[in-house]
């Protein structure tokens, strides 16, 4: 008989607002995602300097991962093995439009590598791994929308197969000053059903 | 759980347009690099292969193509219906299509290209490839730096023991363009001779472009005479840098070591190496540590950036390709540009071309920006 799996929390940072399992943690009126981002930095007394280095996807998709992994009082003097699944539709695009803005005019040419690495989606995972010691699976797709059947499967195949303990998953864009992110925790404890029928909902709530 | 094996396939690539003229060209340690000095793609010489553009054009055209393709999506029609054709599956929807890129359709956003910006989202690249052949299901498009290749194979793998697909064709692909070269140009990891993996004199990285594919499927009935069984696969991430590898090769010794667990093999079976072998200082001296941590230092073991260079999303499956041929004719393949051992711990590099060998299993890695790093092991098809 297959295991059930079960989501224990998820976290939401969309329209100048960040919730926690269905709840309103943060909220500003902070036009751009700029400032709106690093007010939630403060408010959650986060700390970590390396943050403003990153580019926009990075920040969002650390900060809604940060927000949820800090309230699974997780021991960080043992290793998690958490395994990253995330998805999005524009990929790294908005770092890749500063890039390409660089390199356009070959009479004023600028590349930076600072810019560069940031032109791969998968370079937030990176982040969130080197902040909670994850050595873990990782994996970026994309999607045209939130695929919760494909990335529900895909989940059950890491655990099933005990690749990992446990999967934080989701979504995360950022496009045009459009930004969403919708990441959950997958375990083999919980009270929310693992499938894609509560991925939905959670996701549309 | 029920076997999975890599079968058909196809190389698309500056040595040929099917994977036995490609290896053919390996076999006589024939290069695809070139200089090219050309200060409207770089304002420095570099080394590249490039696929010839008459020759895409000749054979896209045979497909009765309708309405306009970038050269990605071009590479990617061509190589894939190669595969199709081949394997003659019907498509249902058990059949997958996953796409394996990490810059795709990027070189849209410059304003000199023909094709509109949004033509650089990675799903419309996806439908495009979907619509082209019709297949059932929406292409899954993974893009996870230069591990994406081969961790596309994985993921084929998973989905099919998942019992969504019985089949699943992976594509991948990408172009060299102003875009990637002045990247890694900013990085300082762009080489100006031919690449040199894990030779004392290795000055970077080059980069070229293909487009490689390979059916992946649980079916004996489909399966090609070079085909390999997945024996075991593992990504880990480094948890330590997002640009620069780790000291101690902990992703890729840790990787290894779990793909080696799920496939029940010891170090001492494993008959070949395809390594990354990118030719930066840091990422060759990773991988030997690694290797060496994992005992696999006496394994045979080749580069093939050499041949090709750097193909970015394309590259872990394009090795894995020639791995599967490697075992199939029983020979080894030169690490091409290597002469002198330049990293701090021993490996058995293939320095010419050995035949008649006997070859039963490989593993490939590679290794990538973010901390990731992947490991299949793959076993000659016994039936």
Known sequence: M?????????????KQTVSLNGNVVFHDDSEGFTDFIKSVYKAEQTKYPKFFKMDNLSKLAFLAADILLKNEAL??????????????????LDTDRLHQEAIQDKSNYFPSPAVFVYTLPNICLG???????????NSFFIFDGLNADLLATYTNSLLDLNKAE??????????????????YLVSKNGKIKHNKKHIKTLYNT | MNKVYVSYNNIVSALGFTSEFVVENIQNEISGLERIHDESILPNPFYSAL??????????????????????????ITSLHSVISDSKIEFNDRVGLIISTTKGNVDALDSENPFPP??????????????????????IIISNACVSGILAIAVA??????????????????????FILS???????????????????????????????ALVTNSTNHLAPESVEIAGESSCNDANHISGPSRTGEGLYRSIQLALKQAKLKPSEIDYISAHGTATAFNDEMEAIAFNRSELQNVPLNSLKGYFGHTLGASGLLETIIGMHSLFNNTLYTSKGFETLGVSQPLNIIKSTQKNKSLHTFLKTASGFGGCNTAVIFKKNTL
Not at chain 1, 79 to 92: D, G, Q
Not at chain 1, 127 to 137: A, C, G, N, R, V
Request: hydrophobic share 35%; net charge negative; proline share 2%.
């Open chain 1, 127 to 137: 982040e969130i791994s080197i902040k909670y010691k994850l050595f873990s699976e």
């Open chain 1, 75 to 92: 021991n960080t003097e043992i290793e998690n093995n958490i395994a990253l699944v995330f998805s999005n539709r524009a990929s790294s």
């Open chain 2, 183 to 213: 990247g890694f140009n900013s990085f300082q990891a762009l080489s100006g001779e031919l690449c040199k993996p894990y030779d004392e004199n290795r000055t970077g990285i080059n980069i070229g472009e293909v487009s490689a594919t």
């Open chain 2, 118 to 139: 949004e033509r650089a989202y990675l799903a419309t690249l996806g439908n495009t490839i979907r619509d082209f052949f019709d297949f059932k299901n929406d292409a």
């Open chain 2, 51 to 76: 696929i010839s553009s008459e020759k895409l054009e000749e054979e896209f055209q045979k497909l009765d193509p309708k309405g306009a393709f970038t050269r990605l999506e071009k590479m990617m």
């Open chain 2, 157 to 178: 793998k998973r989905f099919i023991q998942q019992d969504t697909y019985d089949h699943v064709f992976v594509v991948s692909g990408d172009v060299v363009s102003p």
């Open chain 1, 166 to 183: 446990q999967v934080l998953c989701g979504w995360v864009d950022f496009d045009e000053n459009h930004y969403e992110a919708f990441l």
């Open chain 1, 2 to 14: 297959k295991p059930n799996y079960y989501i224990t929390s998820y976290c939401q940072i969309k």
